[in-house]
Structures are given as structure tokens and as C-alpha cells.
């Protein structure tokens, strides 16, 4: 009687863990492509301004680029201690990046080396309320002033 409860138990646990995992089997990066509706994938678009953290932004509405050794040490600081990254465009408008993979991914690493730069980011725009992000598909590093 044992026996058969122990192999009951197992035969459960395993048609449990099939239907756990069957669900997010079409989540994977590869598949993505192909199991995301047009709907959710967001508009193409185009986004220039300057990466920096966000803590700073949301805390003080007077906050931008970080031109000054205080505020660029400031900034440093933040990202080192985990603070989001975003891009601040010129019109005042956050984006907070975000990967083009369901489930998403985090993308910090690939924006740390944009930090205290301009950008000119390519990829499909989301918004939500006032929340505003990007997956950006190519970035590069542009002038100030064309960040305008």
C-alpha cells in the first residue's frame, strides 16, 4: 500500500510540474517573436536624451543632465548602488528601458556604459498612465544638442 501511494504521489507531482511549466514554455526569447500579438509589442519609435539614474529625477523636479562634478558624482553613486537607469528626454519625458523578451530581462548591464551620455534610442514604445518605456532595438551616443 505504500508503494502505491509513493508512486501515486510521484506520478502527481510529475503531471503538476508538466502543468506548471507548460504555460510558460511560449514565453521564451525565441519563441517571442512568434506568440506576441501586434497589440502588445508596442509602437516603433524613437527616444533621445540623457541616461542617468532615475532616483534622482523622481526625488528632484529640477533634476537633468548631470553636469556639474557634484551631480555627476552624485549620479555615479546611485547607479553603483542599484538606482534604475532611464532616459531623460529634453521635454522632460522618462523612459525606463526595458528588454523586447517575455518574460522581460533585466537590460541595466547593457546601459551602464550610456550613463552620463545622450542617446538616440531605436526600438517599440510603451506607455502606460504616465510610465513611459522603451525596448530598444540599436542605441548610440549623440551630441547634446541633437538630443533637442
Do not use: W
Not at 510529475?14 to 508596442?42: F, I
Not at 542617468?52 to 548602488?81: F, I, Q, Y
Not at 523586447?100 to 550613463?115: E, G, N
Amino acid at each position: 500500500m505504500k508503494k502505491l501511494i509513493a508512486l501515486l504521489a510521484c506520478v502527481l507531482a510529475s503531471v503538476a510540474n508538466c502543468q506548471t511549466e507548460a504555460p510558460h514554455a511560449h514565453h521564451s526569447p525565441q519563441a517571442q517573436s512568434s506568440t506576441v500579438d501586434a497589440e502588445y509589442d508596442g509602437t516603433p519609435g524613437v527616444v533621445t536624451g540623457y541616461v542617468r539614474d532615475v532616483a534622482c529625477l523622481l526625488r528632484n523636479p529640477k533634476a537633468g543632465a548631470a553636469n556639474t562634478p557634484e551631480t555627476k558624482a552624485c549620479m555615479r553613486k546611485c547607479v553603483a548602488g542599484g538606482s534604475p537607469i532611464g532616459i531623460l528626454t529634453s521635454d522632460g519625458i522618462l523612459y525606463t528601458p526595458i528588454s523586447k523578451t517575455i518574460p522581460d530581462v533585466s537590460v541595466r548591464k547593457s546601459m551602464l556604459p550610456y550613463v552620463g551620455t545622450y542617446v538616440r534610442a531605436d526600438g517599440k514604445l510603451f506607455e502606460r498612465g504616465q510610465l513611459h518605456a522603451i525596448a530598444i532595438s540599436h542605441i548610440e551616443v549623440v551630441q547634446a544638442q541633437t538630443a533637442r
